[in-house]
């Protein structure tokens, strides 16, 4: 695995937005080091235990229905950073299935 980076506060002076990126393994034990990474990228803010519960979610999707989860598989994890915004994306190795709209009895999708 690749050095953990660690938070610089920018000054006036730091191009800004920052941005970091990691592989990660596709396992289930994997993803509580994935959030444990974005947490110590990211300052303190009101808004990041969301954030942490939103990235944990998406690298489970990842390793849960996909073929990021199959033996060998891998995720990635971006996080984009400036005083006005963070910016999580994960990335997967995708899948066979072709998701589908289900229809709820009082007619709503979901």
Same mark, same amino acid.
């Given at each position: 695995? $690749?050095?953990? $980076? ?21 396992? $289930? ?14 300052? $303190? ?66």
């Amino acid at each position: 695995m $690749p050095e953990q $980076p660690v938070f610089i506060r920018p000054d006036a002076a730091s191009p800004l937005p920052l941005w970091w990126a990691r592989e990660f393994r596709g396992e $289930p034990s994997v993803v509580s080091q994935a959030r444990s990474w974005v947490a110590r990228l990211l300052p $303190p803010c009101d808004p990041l235990d969301d954030l942490l519960i939103f990235a944990s979610e998406l690298c489970t999707n990842a390793v849960t229905h996909t073929r990021s989860g199959e033996p060998g598989g891998q995720f990635t994890v971006e996080v984009t950073w400036s005083p006005q915004a963070v910016r999580v994306v994960v990335g997967d190795q995708g899948s066979d299935e072709i998701p589908s709209t289900v229809t709820t009895p009082a007619g709503h999708s979901r």
